[in-house]
């Protein structure tokens, strides 16, 4: 976060819209009247909605595309996602592939919805898409899977810490009933115990079935503690249900090196000729890539290595009702290429924290669903399959930048997509 | 992404999809007949959208909602920023606030339109921006800003990186001019390099106007990296655009230790008495959450330490347009809470790579064009504005959840809303 | 590793020596005969070691001191602890103490011996022993322990690498068994499979009794090694006892996460009246460094967050025996500073990779053993309060320090210890 | 630092010493009186070495050895490096070469000393060395260099810290001329500033001559802050010398990312005979390993991806006076392999926080300063040279793991040179 001394000049230009150091005395409280609140709670009915677009300074314009027809019109559907509803944003969605998974859950050719206002995506990751899918299709496979709850109890001393814990340790048991009786989909699988001085933080892990499960580990959690603070023979001064070692929402060093949400490896095997007639490089020249830019990846303090998961996953989850805000976390992982002795290039992807779900959360909304039913994978039943295709997606991408980049094709291809050249055969 | 070996069988249970180990043979390569393209490119028309539907497999009951009359009629404004088009996604849109902002750039009493799928997010949002309010706002200003490109070269020897660097720290000017021929907004502005072994790799900052601006320093970097091949006395073996030192679309110390986008801080103060009243907790409590969260943070290995960026972000960049896979490198900062002599609280955020835009990508597209207009920081001159808000906001929502989970009421909030219980009147 | 283009200047008149470019020619190979190997492997002998000192350029005026009579006289105690001996280097000892510790193992108070060329280093790290124990003496206990060897396996595909993971955590007994056959001290005591592509990565974590142990872990996972590559009904086309995920000899976060060698806690309550009148500060002053110097960590990348723990911990590793190359995985942690209601500080250190022993390495060697003995803590039985007294050690560094930078007296101890004024009262 | 619950059972049986849960008895404050003080501050003369010998429980065996007739002859050269004088610890030298370096500042073939008492390491940096002797030596130039001190500074609010650093970035030679006059060796060469809400952290960067130069940053550094204190136009609440931006003793990305002491880069070029004779192994097999490795690292979280640098450092610190709790900060660096055509192996290190000196600190003590002789590198003017050899050495380490790791011979050193078993040819 630090700035160089002689890049002040231009930070303060910047920073104080070049008024000087005069602008700075609007960094003062204002405690004048405040504005009113927006009405209505999470209630959805059209006079709600119309109260909503009445208060100040919100422009007709917007009204008329935000709060269309169409979204009043499907206005219910939202009443258990949103609160001071207005209307509904409209993402484009464009189909990437045909993408060929051979997975322990995913299996087939998939057309993958993706929902971005980035030009050149859909075509990028359609194109790596392809290569695999003339390649064989990727292996893949969910690997784990769990998401964590993190509570921190203080206590006096050490000595109570270390007393908590022994007792913890041995209350496993008791947790996981505990936690069932929350949940019908959730299961406590695992607990972990951190002392720091007369802290401790504990972490329980969950199988939370086809959903996400955030909130479904929260609930569960907040049971557990509700039984430490009767049970305990040790009583913490204070506790919190998260303490921060959950991962939630952020990408962590710890979720990275355990799981969050669903582990998958994909890997594909690209023959030599394909590299060349497909991406117009080499094996070679890919391995020579992969071998700088993991190191890049080192010298920048990236957690793990890779090259652009966030692209492929953001517009997935968007199109698919996943919480878009898991892209901080979801986007952690190692790329690995490696030139076989024949020529072709041997790719894989592991993802350790796809926290991803297939009931829950935005999968039963209007376009939301429909874009799990063009990959065949709404409702029960299909959480890891989605998470395989999802790594596969990533494999797709990092196949087609990479290649792009080693055959310099990279800049291309956004500019032409993006200023709306017309597009030539071979990115499409 | 290690797994405890006494969880591989309930790994192998979900990984094998419960059929043991004969699954495995699902995760082969399968050379038959690929399934059709998706057709048209880039191009628009109901035609070739008509064919998209046609693809094997893709349900009518997706088409009817994905490609509704309201999509099909706009489909022209979508026409650079998708490809392979099928329709939109819609995703509820919630307004938060008001949030008053006393900051160098943006000043007055927002509304944040918030597009999510998640429950209680926008009423959380809102309960921190009131509060932010009622305490007279929150003090803000842009600290810094810049868009980083990474390009990489691979000399021969040492010798030749050495001379190199020497070259090139001597032909920023040159440099500087050559990116400004490719485009009329970016500059060049700064320039680190990196000597490992026989390898360089440079890192190129530019500020990039109003626009998010990877794409411009892509096109910029590109036609440097031209001139660099042409001009240096040395010459690399080999060399790509970008080396996987910038932090593109991920979470990196190198970007947190910088700046990606813009750098904000935002700071406020809440009275003993608001706390009280809003919160239901004291500043002593939450300061108590801070140092124990703190602490979580580091021992879970985030880049920086936060509650929740993500949250607000995600919804604030898909409801305006920003590029939701920024998610993945803008959710990286410093949360502080300070108790202080009279109870009240201090608290500030400070994000360094905000990455944001109020033109290009998708800022011109309707719903997203009608959210940046709902903050009248829609276009050119509001890029520094909209970074502001984009902090308070996550300021807001770190005062919201550590509140929540300092008072005990965390849990219950996501549990009403989530399962629709009428909302009371304090969340909203 | 970037260097500012501004700086590049500076960076060749320091780099090339000050003489340009053409200093660069030197960096070539020179293929001319190489001078003599340095004779004799382990042997000891006077005439070896006066081959030795009889290399072209070693001067007398070395020799005298290194190879001086007492060096010689008890060169055979080194015999399996050097390779190409030719005598001692001598690092001054001093006191730090007494150190109460009231630790589950270590009981009583300590003068710790510190062998250091660093001024200020004892006398510092007295004082805050001094200060701990002067407020009863600080708690301790040890925590976990566990030393991990890391080996890796490459396999043809993801489906060979999952069989093989499915196998081996069936083999954990077998694993252990093997270990068991190796060691009579170490034990096998868990293990962590980590499939990424056709990789998969294990860890082997034993337990080492009171050696730090890595040559025993070294020795038992290559037996298991060998027992996989017999045994396992899925081989890998080439694997390595150790690739790069035990954390040896380096900081990483896996190992911050987990143990390494030791995990203690340690901490004290020290009355306001003491630290007014040994640290002339005050608990909030204390509080408002560590509140700003954690941050200062995260926003400087350490793992964990601390002060300097690598001042008392290569001092007292050197003094005692211990392997100097692990100060480099043995100094993370966090500290935790609190004011308390009555204005007294609560303090804490937690680390989690205390490699030490008190047998095997140089802990057997005639000084080394002598410091031990001097803790009362030589041979078996002592290395878990070994590591209890370094993490109390790490205490008093701390408490030192903080309280010297908080009353502004940081740099004053240096400038005169390092400049020889005789010392004051206080400091001592 | 987390534990699982299974393994609490075992952790009890240890953190309690066997003795269950009535042993957290123990850790508690224990009010008795304390024992003497160690006494005679910084003083070394006889009589209070005896005083010192004399206090409780510290055994006449020990004082045999450590107190010897060579320690006490020798102690006035001690004087200003300790405090509590004892005698000393003797730790063996072997020599690693010889070490051909083809670098900016060191030329020739080096004998390097080193003080371990860890078998196997001498002779396997030996066999590296020749190695790299063999192939021509390696090429080898410091590549920047800069140690910094990172002061903290507390304001009101967010404008006046934005206040604050507008004064400070144009105060920046009113700064250098305040350090110039705490120092002759030391320049001021840089500074970076950190805005974080209400608080402003500046990291000031130094050049120190030939002197590690941490206490002549820290004396520049604060003369600076008490200029700072008298003339900003807007003062802080509170400030700290130090506030944990340093990087000082610890392994930090900051640091890694930027310089600390020098950073060095060194390479070598293997033909493919000499890695199958004197390394039994081939050039793909090491980079097989290296492409794993490097991975490895990624997934263990350490700071920039390598071997051991650490065994080398920390042996060639304690041997040549440097500050041995740097070993802390020094081991971080990239190691990279590559196979080349014609199945050489290019090998490089480049090690960004080499924090080393040839004046000050230990660097005169006798075996330092003798040690430091045998390089040629004692005194004024060898610095860099001396950073150069630190390098290579740590490139001859690497090399020779690596080498052993790949041939498989990594477990059968260790175990025959510390078991005493003759040794072979081949590994010296």
Redesign the interface.
């Known amino acids: ?12 230009r ?4 070049g008024r000087g ?1 005069e ?9 004048g009247p ?5 009405p ?3 209630a959805l009915t059209a006079d709600v909605i119309a109260a ?1 677009w009445a ?5 007709a ?6 709060a ?4 009043l019109r ?1 206005r219910e559907a ?21 993408l ?1 998974v ?4 995913a ?1 087939g ?1 998939y ?1 993958v ?1 993706l ?9 990028s990751y ?1 194109r790596g898409a ?1 290569l695999i ?5 990727c ?7 769990g998401v964590t709850r ?1 509570p ?1 109890f ?1 206590f006096e ?3 109570d ?3 908590f ?2 007792w ?3 209350s ?1 048991a008791a947790f996981k009933a505990v936690a069932a009786e929350t949940t019908k989909y959730g299961e406590l ?11 401790v ?1 504990a ?1 329980f892990e969950f ?1 939370t079935g086809d959903a996400a499960g955030q ?1 479904m580990v ?2 569960a959690t ?1 049971a557990i503690c509700h039984y430490v603070i009767d049970q305990s023979p040790v009583h913490p001064r ?1 506790w ?20 969050r949400g669903k ?1 998958v ?3 594909v ?1 690209v023959p030599a000729t394909l590299i060349e007639t497909r991406l117009h490089t080499t094996a070679r ?1 890919m391995a ?2 992969a ?21 492929g ?3 997935l ?3 698919c ?1 996943q ?7 979801a ?4 790329t ?1 290429f ?1 030139e076989l002795d024949d020529g072709a290039l ?1 790719a ?3 993802l ?1 924290n796809l926290i991803v779900g297939t009931v829950g ?2 999968t039963h ?4 669903k ?2 799990l ?2 990959l ?1 994978l709404s409702g029960p039943g299909h959480a ?1 399959a989605f998470a395989e295709v999802a790594a596969s997606l990533a494999l797709a991408g990092e196949l087609s930048i990479i290649g792009a ?2 055959a ?1 094709h ?2 291309r291809a ?2 032409r ?4 050249t ?2 030539s055969p071979r ?2």
């Open positions: 976060m630090a700035i160089h001394y002689r890049r002040i000049a231009d930070y303060l910047h920073a104080l819209a150091m602008q700075l005395a609007r960094l003062q409280p204002d405690h405040a504005p009113q609140r927006v209505g709670g999470s909503r208060l100040p300074n919100l422009p314009s917007a009204r008329d595309v935000i269309d027809e169409a979204a499907e939202y009443a258990h996602n949103i609160e001071h509803f207005i209307g509904t944003a409209r993402v484009p969605v464009g189909l990437a592939g045909p060929r051979n997975g322990a859950h299996l050719d057309y919805p929902a971005t206002t980035e030009a050149a995506l859909v075509a359609s392809l899918t003339e390649a064989g299709g292996s893949c496979a969910v690997l784990n899977e993190a921190g203080a001393t050490l000595g810490a270390v007393a814990v022994a913890a340790s041995m496993f699988v695992d607990m972990q115990l951190t002392v720091e001085g007369n802290h933080h972490q199988m909130n929260t609930i907040e204070y919190f249900v998260e303490a921060n070692m959950s991962g939630d929402k952020k990408a962590t060093t710890h979720s990275f090196m355990t799981v582990k490896s994909a890997e095997t020249g020579d890539y071998r700088m830019s993991v190191l890049g990846g080192v010298m920048s303090g990236s957690i793990g290595v890779h090259g652009h998961y966030a692209n996953l953001a517009a989850f968007i199109a009702g919480d878009a805000a898991c892209v901080a976390e986007t952690v992982g190692v690995r490696e041997y894989a992807v592991t350790p959360g935005g909304l209007p376009t939301q429909a874009c039913d063009i065949g890891r980049l080693t310099g990279f800049t956004h500019q997509l993006a200023r709306g017309p597009a990115s499409t």
